[in-house]
């Protein structure tokens, strides 16, 4: 097949920097086009501005409190882009497009150093078009970047084995492969580390590639994913011990085995995900089921890589409950290797008008989907802030009732966490799984924050009476709020929409005279709980 392809690409071959540049613009060109995504851009993006805010660049922080369900490397890429390209969709969502972008360069090179340049160019366009890929490449939370880490690691490690076995140099390679393998764990956490491990030896072992296998464990490589990996996660269970339990344990061990989360999806969930997903190119993959098609010459076994590293990802998420559309996206890049080794031929051969029908789709599809997406804000408080922003000051006081909207201090940009008014006191948040319980393990770790930002709703009148004169609050609920809270008694809303209601309440005298009089003198003065 490489012969066959050579002349074709030593005459119309582009330079590999124009590939990755247009694959950067594909990618890019829509990501500022719509409000963020509720719950998870909201919730990720906002606590990487709050590590901003409040100079907590180690400490994730969800409404002022640490929040450990995730490692820091989106949050430490996404404070870097605020800190470049300002506090905005686009900004939140790069650390996922420069993941994206990536896999694709690393999938680009690895294809076009062991097959050829042609057979590069076809695994790039058609990984770059999946649907699911395109659109993971545009939503601000730790899947594409997870993804991206377990696949530039996966090309690594096999880069590593087949330069050993060549006797071509792989020092370098095998050190990079540990850094690959870290970065992984600091963007998902373990998996990071398990995924590619079981794909890479599953692999070795196959080839009876030992000398492979001493390659990828060298000691330097060893040192080098300690290096990268560990000091974080030390950190954090020295300034707040109970971390390792609570991120390894539970985060990482009992949430996968247990039954109970949100999301729970039949055993089988994934097959229909990634063919559908992945149209119109899965068409292409139904060659791959041809026992034809494996009895073809493969001298390195990257088909086997390509088939095992799909397998270990489906079965792998497919083993618990709990499961996301997001978690399988490491199955695409090899998927697209796979299905590129029948298009590249085809192209070559002349019979281009699939891969021009599948191109044309796949971009439909794309931008139809970012289009749906930015007709639906579902519940952003982007919209209303925007109507509001004239108004609202960073030194305004929020309060959210009842819910969290995870991007409310993102489109706010206000200087304090946000108020969540709700019963804390019930026996049952922390048995389910939901944002509550998201705040109420939060507060475990810092429980002077989590008095100060989660309140009752007997809490309200007396912290808005203790308030300085002159203050604002916003207070976020629903229309029906208005007939729960007395605060909100008479009070005209601000704005209002389908799924938000916005109050704004100025502490005036008469706002004292409507709401203090009857309270004890002492609560009119009380100040607020102290910041931490």
Known sequence: MTASLAPTTRRSALPGWLVLAVLALWLGALAWARWLTLPDEGRYAGVAWEMLRSNSPMVPLLDGMPYFHKPPLYYWLAQISYALFGVNEFSARLPSLLGAWSAGAGLYAFVSRYRDAAQGR???VILGLMPLFFGAAQFANMDMLV???ITLCVLAAADTALRRAAGQPFRAMSV???VLAALAVLAKGLIGLALPGAIVLAWLLLRRDWPGVRALLWVPALLAFAAVAVPWFWLMELRYPGFYQYFFVYQQFERFSQGGFNNAQPLWFYLPIVAGLSLPWSIWGVSLFKPAYWR???PQGLRRLM???MAVVIVFFSIPHSKLIGYVLPVFPPLAFLISERVAPAWAAGKRRGAWIGAG??????????IVAATNPRGSAGPLTAELRQEMQPQDIHMALHVLPFDLGFYTQAREPAWIVDDWSNPEIPTRDNW???????AQFDPVMGKRVLIGADDMPVRMCGAAEGSRFWIWGRDDDAGRYA?????TPRLSSDKRTIWRIDIDAAFRQRMCAGLPAASQATPLPPKP
């Open 122 to 124: 076809w695994a790039l």
């Open 361 to 370: 789709v796949s971009v439909v599809i794309c931008l139809a989907a970012i």
């Open 296 to 298: 073809e010459s493969d």
């Open 487 to 491: 605060v909100l008694n008479g009070v």
């Open 436 to 442: 509550r319980k998201e705040l109420y393990d939060a």
């Open 307 to 309: 088939a095992i590293w």
């Open 147 to 149: 993804a991206s880490m």
């Open 176 to 178: 990079a492969t540990g």
